[in-house]
């Protein structure tokens, strides 16, 4: 699979993203703990079974392993495929995927607004760039 774009993370989103990711776990972190001492506390904890305590601990850590081990996998499967970058690829090789000239890729590449139109079977029929003429488009202020 050849990957088309690839969309570089700038360090403040990184330090956004690491930020929410802190204040999640700190939020869920804080939600177990509330939720541990309530049930320590009466009236919870003068229940005649306390079988039921231990319950509720088994299966917070049941949850903690099955929600760390699945971040884990995700990371050691996902992780090195959406840093690597991608091999380059040639104006040649865009041309012949999307059934494009070399003048439309090399026009699409230098222009910031296209407008791409396509046929009832999702074939490319015509690039629209601001070089190009537009009889239909007009600027209206």
């Not at 990711?21 to 700190?26: F, N, Q």
């Not at 079988?51 to 081990?69: G, M």
Request: aromatic residues 8%; proline residues 6%; glycine residues 4%.
């Amino acid at each position: 699979m050849i990957t088309l774009l690839h969309t570089r993370c700038s360090r403040t989103t990184r330090i956004i993203d690491g930020t929410l990711t802190a204040l999640g776990w700190t939020g869920f972190l804080y939600l177990c703990v509330n939720d541990a001492r309530a049930v320590t506390t009466p009236p919870l904890s003068n229940l005649s079974n306390p079988i039921a305590f231990l319950w509720f601990v088994e299966i917070f850590l049941i949850t903690v392993l099955a929600l760390t081990s699945w971040s884990l996998y995700n990371k050691s499967r996902y992780c090195p495929r959406q840093t690597a970058w991608g091999k380059p690829i040639t104006n040649e090789a865009l041309s012949s995927s999307f059934h494009l000239s070399s003048h439309d890729v090399i026009r699409l590449q230098d222009s910031a607004l296209s407008v791409i139109h396509h046929e009832e079977n999702g074939e490319i029929s015509h690039v629209q760039t601001p070089l190009s003429p537009s009889p239909n488009l007009r600027l209206i202020a």
